[in-house]
Nanobody, 126 residues
């Protein structure tokens, strides 16, 4: 049974930081590209950051570039999202997702991700 479990969300003031974690089980983690996506109330799900199976390549949404960092630890089956300089517009439910891939190709299309976590709420107050 595949499980992706996010943690680390919460309420933070603008300018603050949070670190999201995603624990994966039931998959051969080092054969999956991973991504973080978010969905704010009344809006569609959007890509935040993605990383290749080996962590060798990453891609960020323009809105978070320079503030967020995605990383992974294949020994621990974990993927992380370090979020700095948070803004109220970053308020959303953040979900991690897994996409099987044995190449260095990155995908920002959520439809290409097979497994999803339930999400963790991030709220940034002004």
């Amino acid at each position: 049974q595949v499980q992706l479990v996010e943690s680390g969300g919460g309420l933070v003031q603008a300018g603050g930081s949070l670190r999201l974690s995603c624990a994966a089980s039931g998959i051969i983690f080092n054969t999956y590209g991973m991504g973080w996506f978010r969905q704010a109330p009344g809006k569609e799900r959007e890509f935040v950051a993605v990383i290749t199976w080996n962590g060798g390549s990453t891609l960020y949404a323009d809105s978070v570039k320079g503030r967020f960092t995605i990383s992974r630890d294949n020994a621990k089956n974990m993927v992380y999202l370090q979020m700095n300089s948070l803004k109220p517009d970053d308020t959303a439910v953040y979900s991690c997702a897994a996409r099987w891939s044995n190449t260095m190709a990155l995908s920002i299309n959520p439809n290409s991700y097979k497994y999803w976590g339930q999400g963790t709420q991030v709220t940034v107050s002004s």
